[in-house]
Nanobody
Framework: QVQLVESGGGLVQAGGSLRLSCAASGRTFSRYAMGWFRQAPGKEREFVVGIRGSGEITDYADSVKGRFTISRDNARNMVYLQMNSLKPEDTAVYYC?????????????????WGQGTQVTVSS
């Protein structure tokens, strides 16, 4: 069982930055592939980026390439999402998710555990 808690969301002006954190419980965190997703009002949950237990990063969503960076610290059971050059269209609830095993998938249905989400609002 893994519990995930996101933090770091907030209100920021366009062009600004935020760093989201995801704290995971459990002693075998490195066995889990992690993903960041986001969901804007009226839209489906969207895959942003994933990272394997080894630290290998998957492709970023085209909409965030060059602006967002994922990282993880297995010693601290943490995953981070550094978001720079934020745009109003980045406004969404951001979720971290975990699935046991190596592969990272963009399909949210393939993840076993989810955090409660953190709201990111980017004003123009």
């Amino acid at each position: 069982q893994v519990q995930l808690v996101e933090s770091g969301g907030g209100l920021v002006q366009a062009g600004g930055s935020l760093r989201l954190s995801c704290a995971a419980s459990g002693r075998t965190f490195s066995r889990y592939a992690m993903g960041w997703f986001r969901q804007a009002p009226g839209k489906e949950r969207e895959f942003v980026v994933g990272i394997r237990g080894s630290g290998e990063i998957t492709d970023y969503a085209d909409s965030v390439k060059g602006r967002f960076t994922i990282s993880r610290d297995n010693a601290r059971n943490m995953v981070y999402l550094q978001m720079n050059s934020l745009k109003p269209e980045d406004t969404a609830v951001y979720y971290c998710a975990a699935r046991e095993g190596r592969p990272v998938y963009s399909d949210p249905n393939l993840y076993d555990y989810w955090g409660q989400g953190t709201q990111v609002t980017v004003s123009s």
